[in-house]
């Protein structure tokens, strides 16, 4: 696998182009780090990829009564840094991460270009709980990392995302590596040449990621709003630099990210909206 390298003692590690990100991704690669702290960053291509159906996803019973009991708020590309920095953070069983600040800064550029998307999860208080964040080339969504703070926090960002890509005629979900977590939903583990020709495939699909919200009826400028604000409130809670940029620490806050409720109204997808939508066969 090839590396990319910084110079000895540089913290921040080579900068990674975002055009060189979308070339990898059609190719079938990803890149990941050894650790938080790593300056290096490698390139991936599994022999055997992790792929989630669209029309194979299994909604667990558990998951639906809390979609349907209307526990979360749901948003797209609201908190897209959040996100990628509580998917770095340490964790209850997990230390380490594969997210380093090369990779954070670059996916960061590639939310602003367009190509990287995040869903949240809020809680009734109007707390970041949970969510997800992915690369979207043509009929395929990349799915990186997902966290979560709260009991279902971050099923209930999958089952948006696939209703969202349903909803959007996508043709690909890679989760790059089965997971035991994964294969409850209907996660399977294919052969990289099938992999490659789903791929292919997807590539050539065009795909709409806001397809759902016009079904919905969500305003774009709302949508807008709300970022500009978690921008805004993450900036001045966690000390994020004017370029967006997290410091090397990549955690959140302590008392993490909230805003106004009234603002999250009408973002996304209502809970029983999401299992509606995964209740029809396509």
């Not at 959007?168 to 209907?186: E, K, M, N, P, W």
């Not at 919905?216 to 630099?241: E, F, K, R, S, T």
Request: hydrophobic fraction near 45%; aromatic fraction near 8%; charged fraction near 20%.
């Amino acid at each position: 696998m090839g590396t990319l390298t910084g110079n000895p003692g540089d913290s921040t590690g080579q900068r990674l182009e975002t055009a060189l990100l979308l070339r990898a991704y059609s190719a079938g690669l990803f890149p990941m780090a050894d650790a938080r702290e790593a300056d290096d960053v490698f390139w991936v291509e599994p022999r055997r990829r992790g792929v989630l159906p669209l029309d194979g996803f299994h909604l667990p019973r558990s998951l639906a009564k809390t979609l349907k009991q209307e526990r979360f708020r749901h948003s797209r590309d609201v908190a897209f840094e959040a996100v990628i920095r509580a998917c770095s953070a340490a964790a209850p069983g997990r230390d380490q991460s594969w997210i380093n600040q090369t990779i954070l800064d670059a996916y960061c550029r590639l939310h602003a270009e367009g190509h990287a998307h995040s869903l949240e999860t809020w809680d009734s208080e109007g707390q970041l709980v949970g969510g997800l964040y992915g690369v979207r080339l043509g009929g395929a969504f990349f799915g990186e990392s997902m966290f979560s703070r709260a009991t279902d926090a971050s099923k209930a960002a999958l089952a948006h995302l696939v209703a969202r890509l349903r909803a959007g005629g996508f043709r690909l979900l890679d989760t790059q590596f089965l997971t035991a977590h994964l294969a409850r939903f209907g996660a399977q583990e294919v052969k990289r040449s099938h992999y490659m020709a789903a791929l292919d495939a997807a590539l050539r699909q065009r795909a709409d990621w806001t397809a759902l919200d016009r079904q919905l009826g969500v305003d774009p400028q709302a949508v807008g709003v709300a970022a500009a604000a978690a921008g805004a409130a993450g900036a001045g809670a966690a000390g994020v630099g004017s370029a967006g940029v997290a410091a090397p620490g990549l955690g959140l806050p302590a008392d993490g990210l909230f805003l106004p409720v009234e603002l999250l109204g009408g973002l996304g997808p209502p809970g029983k909206r999401i299992v509606q939508l995964l209740s029809q066969t396509s």
